[in-house]
């Protein structure tokens, strides 16, 4: 069975400032998906930014972006002149490519945006 | 275009009552998901149809919760016989075509079960 771990509860950033999320995961397959969900305290997950397995280059999205390690099984979430309006819960997530599960998800991580 | 929809958005049960709790995906979603999120955790799969066909049903904890999609569209998730340990926020999720497109969620039920 396939885990994810976020390794930190809690960040908090200054506004304007770069904050780096953690994410590790294990699994012994070779070709997934991996996402990152954002959930503001209204509860609707969001997707911030999505990796596929097979593909080499870090996924980037406006002032999210990714550092993924296929080796290493790491994917960090970067969030690049942070907004009050990132302050939220968030999720990384893993699905396999061939099998039709749900996805994975890890225990979250709380960011704090300080003005 | 309108989003996933779930409805009610807060539900408190006795325990031992039924409840069903009611998810409207995005139109023309082949694949539906749910998940259950406790309080602090993140959310856990629960169940998977395509049209509605159930092709997963690992994740229910228990055969005290039933999910359906009888047309293939609108999906209710049953939990019989509530009991504590039930209290979450139940989310739903649908892709376009495939389990393996990217899944856009709904805003959630919070049950609360005294």
């Known amino acids: 069975a396939q885990t994810v771990t976020q390794s930190q509860p809690e960040m908090s950033v200054q506004e304007a400032e770069t904050v780096t999320l953690s994410c590790t995961y294990d699994t012994s397959e070779s070709d997934y998906y991996l996402f990152w969900y954002k959930q503001p305290p209204s509860r609707q997950m969001i997707l911030v930014i999505r990796?596929?397995?097979?593909?080499?280059q870090n996924a980037t999205e406006n002032r999210f972006s990714v550092n993924f390690q296929k080796a290493a099984k790491s994917f960090s979430l970067k969030i690049s002149d942070s907004q009050l309006g990132d302050a939220a819960m968030y999720f990384c997530?893993?699905?396999?490519?061939?099998?039709?599960?749900?996805?994975?998800f890890g225990k979250g991580t709380h960011l704090i945006i300080q003005p | 275009g309108a989003g996933v929809s779930q409805s009610p958005r807060y539900k408190v049960a006795k325990r031992g009552q039924d409840v069903a709790l009611r998810c409207d995906p995005i139109?023309?979603?082949?694949?539906l998901f749910w998940y259950q999120q406790a309080l602090g955790q993140g959310p856990e799969f629960l169940t998977y149809f395509q049209n509605e066909a159930q092709l997963d049903k690992s994740g229910l904890p228990s055969d005290r919760f039933f999910a359906e999609r009888p047309e293939g569209s609108v999906s209710t998730l049953k939990i019989q016989r509530t009991q504590q340990e039930d209290s979450a926020v139940y989310l739903c999720?649908?892709?376009?075509?495939?389990?393996?497109?990217?899944?856009?969620f709904g805003p959630g039920t919070r049950l609360t079960v005294l």
């Open positions: 139109s023309g979603h082949v694949s």
């Open positions: 990796q596929e397995a097979y593909k080499q």
């Open positions: 999720a649908s892709s376009p075509l495939r389990a393996d497109d990217t899944q856009y």
């Open positions: 997530a893993y699905r396999s490519r061939w099998f039709a599960d749900g996805l994975t």
